[in-house]
């Protein structure tokens, strides 16, 4: 996605998602909230445009499915919390710059570069529903 010329600089969020490289721009308390993990979390972003992290607890912190990595703009997010950090503890392959996607929260606008770890890639090719073929 190119610039979006009608957002001041001053105000301008960008979120990449690696390894798809699907890159997202919008002005910063603006994102609509429905309730997908913590308002403008990356959760929150990702489904607000359309890009796929799973989420089975449906965002609510009560699981491990959304654990992303965050490779850039770390200091612009909220602190990971008690909860966070327990969870975290669960996810595969956790890294130092792991978190939970549904509770990093992003504090002011800049640039964010967020990768999904190949495990849940992985999954996400063979198990979303709308590739699934029903056997007759």
Known sequence: M????????????RVTFEPEGKTVEF??????????????????VAENFDIFLD??????CACSTCHVRIKEGDANLTEADDDELDRLDMAADQQLNSRLGCQAVITKPGNYVVEI???????VSEGKPSTMVENK
């Open 117 to 123: 770890p190949s495990w849940n890639r992985n999954y």
């Open 2 to 13: 190119s610039e979006n010329k009608n957002i001041p600089a001053e105000k301008l969020v």
């Open 55 to 60: 989420h089975a607890c449906g965002g609510v």
């Open 27 to 44: 002005e910063f308390g603006t994102l609509p909230y429905e309730h997908h993990g913590k308002a403008m979390s990356f959760l929150d």
